[in-house]
């Protein structure tokens, strides 16, 4: 069982890690920096703030509190201009640490209690923890995404008006045991 959790968590961050970067690239780099309004974020303030996040979660993940002395979360919020490259590098930062702290982890380690602020959680109160933190913040993205793509947005999922012919798809094979994912992620993954 922790094996197959591990295994599942895996693939539901990478899905979080691909559908934040299939929008990404779909918005010209003037765009990233774009706001609904003075309260919102932009998709550049995002992945500054993921990235931030996982670097001071996942480092060192099982010794030290999650919250970092070097972490300025105030700081993530400011706007900045990002190139192309500085975005792609600062997601990847976030993402590879994340995967090297999940990729080390043994069943054994699941129930270990680690903190974040001083609040004690299981390893894997911890994970659920940060995934739904990390598809809220995904889910910003491709909103914001949509926002400025408007008509030319590419799905990422199943498109409006496709539920259908979708289903009808997936109804006709045979009954597998598979993971939500298994179409959307790279076959290397």
């Not at 197959?4 to 968590?9: A, D, E, K, P, T």
């Not at 995002?46 to 919250?67: A, P």
Request: some cysteine; glycine content about 4%.
């Amino acid at each position: 069982m922790n094996d197959n959790y591990l295994s599942s968590i895996k693939k539901q961050f990478l899905y979080n890690r691909e559908l934040g970067w299939k929008t990404i690239e779909q918005i010209p780099a003037e765009k990233l920096n774009w706001q609904y309004n003075e309260e919102s974020n932009s998709i550049i303030q995002i992945v500054k703030h993921l990235s931030s996040n996982m670097l001071s979660r996942w480092t060192d993940f099982i010794n030290s509190d999650g919250e970092k002395e070097w972490r300025n979360r105030d700081e993530e919020f400011e706007n900045e201009i990002f190139s192309s490259e500085q975005v792609k590098i600062s997601w990847d930062k976030g993402w590879d640490c994340l995967f090297h702290a999940i990729n080390d982890l043994k069943p054994e380690d699941l129930t270990k209690i680690v903190y974040i602020r001083n609040q004690g959680h299981t390893v894997v109160e911890a994970i659920n923890r940060q995934l739904s933190h990390y598809s809220y913040h995904v889910g910003q993205i491709v909103f914001i995404g949509k926002m400025i793509k408007n008509d030319e947005w590419k799905s990422l999922s199943i498109p409006k008006g496709q539920s259908a012919t979708y289903n009808k798809e997936m109804f006709a094979k045979e009954k597998e045991r598979a993971h939500f994912t298994k179409d959307f992620l790279p076959k290397d993954k």
